[in-house]
């Protein structure tokens, strides 16, 4: 069953319960101060009156931007305590907190259920210590997969972050990644490419030339390797990259930066998809695929840059793409002569390099 993503009220606590600053950040282009405990209640009140009625989605402010379970335990309740009067009449169903695996200790997760937390967002951003260690983050992998394990044990939704191209990340560390994460199968995943932004550590890495980010091909051909790993583990994946903000435009400096980054992984892997038929099929003079009416513009990828690059790479004249009611999403089918066949993204498999 395809999850339904909540309706979010996003209150952002730029730095809040950070002890020090990871290599790649600057929360601070988010918001410029934290907003005090009062000031989030009206802020969610005006937000609540900005639903349409009759909404049937779920509602949840979410508490972004900081370390919300490394902040005194009264700071915590003080928060949290201006969200009870909505949760009691129904404005809001639930909270989310963002935080980090090495600040959830037992009496933290109780506190959070006291409140009606219900998503803990855990920034694990990788799963290999030196990477850990060169990105600043001072935890540890095994700190993501004792703090999973005591969230879901809890009963909590647990959400992990991820992040590609930090110092000392390479494609086969991000796939040991996400194989430990599919492991701890938690509710969802997040997986942003790392930038180089203004005021962050990071800057000055970039700048004396120690640290390359990846570019956006890099980014998109390691994106497209670990989505194809999560098929079939029905882990969804709520997002890829940044939301784009008009902050992101004016302290971004380096790095894969693309609005619709998810899309353009998704249209790498029809791309593959696409090659791997016409590979098998290769007397497909104009071959004919059809696809599910919401996945044209995908498969044919941007400006139509995955149908000129399949003609280009097999020689064909010409490539048609047409949409089909009964071709599920996220397939491809060709049309030959004698026969039709469908190929799914589970189907497309890569060397281990
Ligand atoms: S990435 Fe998270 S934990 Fe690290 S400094 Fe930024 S807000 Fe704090």
Redesign the pocket.
């Known amino acids: 069953m395809k999850r339904v993503s909540p309706l979010i009220i996003p209150v952002f606590l730029p730095?809040l319960g950070?002890q020090k600053?990871?290599i790649f950040?600057n929360?601070k282009m988010m918001a410029q101060a934290v907003p005090s405990p009062a000031h989030v209640r009206s802020f969610v009140e005006a937000s609540c009156y900005q639903f349409p009625s009759g909404q049937a989605r779920k509602k949840q402010v979410a508490f972004y931007?900081?370390?919300f379970t490394a902040i005194p335990e009264e700071d915590q309740r003080s928060y949290l305590k201006e969200i009870e009067p909505f949760l009691s009449s129904g404005k809001i169903d639930s909270i989310r907190i963002s935080t980090?695996p090495d600040a959830l200790e037992e009496e933290v997760l109780s506190l959070l259920k006291e409140y009606g937390v219900k998503t803990v967002e855990v920034?694990a951003q990788s799963m290999i210590d030196e990477v850990l260690f060169l990105s600043q983050?001072g935890h540890s992998a095994e700190e993501t997969i004792s703090a999973t394990t005591r969230l879901k044990h809890w009963g909590f939704e647990v959400g992990i972050h991820l992040m590609i191209g930090l110092p000392g990340d390479s494609l086969d560390r991000f796939l040991k990644t996400l194989d430990q994460v599919i492991d701890l199968k938690p509710h969802f995943l997040r997986i942003h490419p790392t930038l180089v932004l203004k005021r962050a550590p990071l800057e000055a890495l970039w700048r004396e030339g120690n640290y390359t980010p990846l570019t956006l091909e890099e980014a998109i051909q390691w994106l497209k390797r670990g989505l194809l790993n999560l098929e079939g583990t029905s882990i969804p994946v709520a997002r890829i990259g940044l939301q784009p903000a008009e902050e992101l435009e004016v302290f971004y400096l380096a790095g894969p930066y693309h609005p619709s980054l998810h899309q353009l992984v998704d249209s790498e892997i029809y791309f593959d998809m696409g090659r791997h038929f016409l590979e098998t099929y290769p007397d497909e003079s104009e071959p004919r695929f059809f696809c599910h009416p919401k996945d044209v513009s995908t498969v044919r990828g941007q400006k139509n840059g995955n149908i000129q690059r399949l003609k280009e790479y097999l020689g064909v004249k010409a490539i048609f793409v047409q949409q089909r009611d009964d071709v599920p999403q996220g397939a491809l089918l060709l049309q030959t002569a004698t026969q039709e066949v469908l190929i799914q993204k589970s189907d497309i498999r890569y060397d281990k390099n």
Request: glycine share 24%.
């Open positions: 730095h950070c600053r990871c950040c929360q931007g900081g370390s980090r920034g983050r």
